[in-house]
């Protein structure tokens, strides 16, 4: 046993929650909000760096909830605060906000109102005051769930009427990926946004990138005697400028070489890669063939494990998915090389102390892992990773059990 502190990142209730963006938004604006609306962060049991290459991914809710307290106003001026961002008030005009005139925790939040407004809507401008227990840069997606929980709010204070049904819910994911990409200027795929708010209690989200459709998958690890372990490394993410942008260029130029749309239509791995290697086949890409042909094996390997943890999951072998995860990880690592020092000693801690596997999550170099371990382990495991980072030099890791919660509301 080890005797080293471990740091426990609990959610908030829900209740909880959102009286602290309550108390918040009446401390700054001097008045009670119209409503106050949440949206959870995400873990992802499988499926990284698939969902930009149109294939699929399999993330779940986690009860750890952004709260967005808000009111309309009756100009287009728009007011925010953020607890995590020092309480200090940020005022926007709705009507300068366009591609690069924002920048900072703002942007994501006057970008899903500009983003509806794209798509027909027509808004106000509103008062808003947020508060969070998701972690921040975790790779556990705080960004999609403030875009979520200011989406939904948005949505019922001017009668927008998508929050209600699942159709209605893709288009408020829709505006919440392009107020991302467009507006805070982080190309992300657009796993994270459907989690926010597409997700179901008890479930996780199998998501089709290319349809966008999506299946609940009943995910409740307790009933078998397991748990998800969350590792929240807290890695500096160092010199990662331009790797999640370099990996999405090699898998674009991969897809143009062998004739399809994107890696999801590769039927046939061993003729693709003998493709991409050929001689000159890559020479106008400028892409190493190599490392293309690594890259494009994650891919290709990585949506089919989706399918396989789908399957055991539905029939119930629900401690065989731990070895799935582990051989996800490897391919991370190895051939998307996308992992980093810190991510590898959680994966490694966490099966040296007995878990059944485990992955870092999330885009890489920095963020989360998740391990899957039986319930009575639990405290023995996270214990062994904090020593392991510890006995590294690491700073401390911080850890959550998750256990999949709802949607936006
Ligand atoms: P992740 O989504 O993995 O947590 P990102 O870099 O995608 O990491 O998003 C983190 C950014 O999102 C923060 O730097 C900030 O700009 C914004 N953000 C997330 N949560 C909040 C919050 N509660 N208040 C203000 N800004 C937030
Ligand atoms: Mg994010």
């Known amino acids: 046993m080890t005797s080293i502190d471990v740091d426990w990142l609990d959610a908030w209730d829900v209740e909880d929650g959102s009286a602290q963006a309550r108390a918040l938004f009446t401390e700054v604006f001097d008045a009670a909000p119209d409503g106050v609306w949440s949206a959870p962060g995400r873990g992802n049991l499988i499926g990284e760096h698939t969902d930009y290459n149109g294939g699929l991914v399999l993330p779940f809710a986690l009860p750890h909830r952004t709260y967005a307290a808000i009111t309309r106003r009756a100009d287009r001026t728009v007011r925010?605060?953020?607890?995590?961002?020092?309480?200090?008030?940020?005022?926007?005009?709705?009507?300068?906000?366009?591609?690069?005139?924002?920048?900072?925790?703002?942007?994501?939040?006057?970008?899903?109102?500009w983003a509806l407004e794209q798509a027909g809507a027509t808004l106000g401008g509103f008062d808003v005051a947020i508060t969070s227990c998701v972690p921040y840069g975790a790779g556990l997606s705080s960004s999609a769930a403030l875009e979520g929980s200011v989406a939904i709010g948005l949505d019922a204070l001017f009668d927008l009427g998508h929050g209600a049904d699942d159709a209605g819910r893709q288009h408020?994911?829709?505006?919440?990926?392009?107020?991302?990409?467009?507006?805070?200027?982080?190309?992300?795929?657009?796993?994270?946004?459907?989690?926010?708010?597409?997700?179901?209690e008890g479930h996780a989200l199998l998501l089709d990138c290319r349809s966008l459709e999506v299946r609940q998958i009943p995910f409740d690890l307790a009933s078998d005697g397991l748990a998800l372990l969350v590792v929240d490394t807290r890695a500096p993410h160092a010199l990662?400028?331009?790797?999640?942008?370099?990996?999405?260029?090699?898998?674009?130029?991969?897809?143009?070489?062998?004739?399809?749309?994107?890696?999801?239509?590769?039927?046939?791995?061993?003729?693709?890669?003998?493709?991409?290697?050929?001689?000159?086949?890559?020479?106008?890409?400028?892409?190493?063939?190599?490392?293309?042909?690594?890259?494009?094996?994650?891919?290709v390997t990585e949506i089919a494990r989706v399918g396989e943890v789908v399957s055991l999951l539905d029939s119930g072998r629900t401690s065989e998915v731990g070895a799935v995860l582990s051989a996800a990880h490897a391919s991370l690592r190895d051939d998307y090389e996308v992992?980093?020092?810190?991510?590898?000693?959680?994966?490694?801690?966490?099966?040296?102390?007995?878990?059944?596997?485990?992955?870092?999550?999330?885009?890489?170099?920095g963020g989360s892992a998740i391990a899957l371990v039986r319930v009575e382990d639990a405290e023995q495991v996270a214990g062994e990773i904090a020593a392991a980072f510890e006995s590294e030099g690491l700073r401390a890791p911080g850890f959550l059990v998750a256990v999949a919660g709802g949607p936006a509301a």
């Open 172 to 200: 408020l994911v829709a505006a919440c990926i392009r107020a991302e990409n467009e507006i805070a200027g982080a190309p992300t795929g657009g796993m994270d946004q459907a989690a926010a708010l597409r997700s179901q």
């Open 80 to 113: 925010l605060v953020s607890a995590q961002e020092a309480g200090t008030v940020v005022t926007v005009d709705l009507d300068t906000v366009a591609p690069g005139t924002v920048t900072g925790w703002v942007a994501y939040v006057v970008g899903v109102a």
């Open 240 to 299: 990662v400028d331009g790797q999640y942008a370099a990996r999405r260029d090699t898998c674009e130029a991969a897809a143009a070489v062998l004739g399809v749309e994107t890696l999801r239509e590769v039927t046939d791995l061993d003729a693709a890669l003998a493709t991409l290697t050929a001689p000159g086949a890559l020479d106008a890409s400028g892409q190493d063939p190599e490392m293309t042909a690594r890259r494009v094996k994650h891919v």
């Open 339 to 365: 992992s980093c020092h810190e991510l590898d000693v959680a994966v490694d801690a966490a099966v040296q102390a007995g878990a059944l596997g485990g992955r870092m999550i999330g885009g890489g170099f």
